[in-house]
């Protein structure tokens, strides 16, 4: 009877252990992620206020910068002290807002390329965006009411199928602007930047769409955690690109300044 006892208390201090390192990861991981993902957000919003280049792409990043600091609270604040949908609704928006931050880039290019086929699409793809955005936070702030969150293989599938339109999408609008478009040099370092963008949203949105199909570990909330900080990370890339841009070329303006300056001059070194 000792022995079991002994034995019992053993298995409960190891299973102890092993939650307290897996919870230890998710801090360690989340906030070091949602950490850099806040950061390079609010440095392309002051770069942007402060070169008066503010458009609707930024306000998209702002949401999703708030969205990801629910995240990070979420991770810090006891589970039983929030809604249980707080974390689904939040990850999600992160994910798209991010999405729509780089489509309305890719817009923003398409209104200067003087093809209303261009703008036709991308504002189609930014409309079915939304559409796909609002359907996944019903889904699962539905599941989180009557199923304590716990995604089931439909939400998995949704995941997975919005996922590879939205992605496909992102990636393909560019690449009809390279290939119609005569752009100039600046321009397609802003095409090929949102194309890069796109790539890379994709790598990591549909291995962890895929994952959903499994149960559900503290291993997937890692996942899901680091590939939305990773996903505003990446949106906010267009805009460090012009910024690099303009301090290692020393011009005198941003890439997306040449729509309407296109007289931008180079300063001598």
């Not at 299973?15 to 307290?20: E, K, N, P, V, Y």
């Not at 969205?67 to 249980?84: E, F, H, K, R």
Request: charged fraction near 15%.
């Amino acid at each position: 009877m000792d022995i079991n006892l002994t034995r019992l208390a053993g298995e409960l201090k190891i299973a102890i252990i092993l939650c307290s390192s897996v919870y230890y990861r998710l801090e360690v991981a989340g906030s070091v992620s949602h950490g850099i993902a806040i950061v390079c957000t609010v440095f392309r919003l002051v770069y942007r206020v402060w070169t008066h280049r503010i458009w609707w792409e930024d306000a998209w990043a702002a949401i999703s910068l708030i969205s990801d600091v629910v995240c990070l609270a979420c991770i810090w604040i006891p589970y039983t002290d929030l809604p249980s949908w707080v974390l689904a609704v939040a990850l999600t928006s992160v994910l798209w807002a991010a999405r729509m931050s780089v489509i309305f880039c890719i817009i923003r290019i398409a209104n200067h390329s003087g093809r209303k086929v261009h703008i036709w699409i991308t504002h189609l793809i930014a409309v079915s965006f939304a559409c796909m955005w609002v359907a996944l936070l019903i889904q699962k702030v539905t599941v989180c009411l009557f199923h304590a969150c716990q995604m089931s293989e439909p939400v998995a599938i949704s995941q997975l199928i919005t996922d590879v339109i939205a992605d496909s999408s992102l990636a393909a609008a560019p690449l009809q602007l390279w290939k119609n478009v005569g752009l100039s040099r600046s321009r397609k370092i802003l095409v090929l930047s949102s194309f890069g963008a796109s790539i890379i949203i994709t790598a990591i949105t549909i291995p962890h769409a895929i994952i959903l199909f499994k149960p559900v570990t503290e291993t997937t909330l890692i996942f899901a955690h680091v590939k939305a900080a990773v996903s505003l990370i990446i949106c906010n890339i267009l805009v460090i690109v012009t910024f690099a841009y303009r301090v290692l070329s020393k011009e005198t303006c941003d890439l997306d300044q040449s729509f309407t300056s296109p007289d931008c001059s180079r300063v001598s070194s």
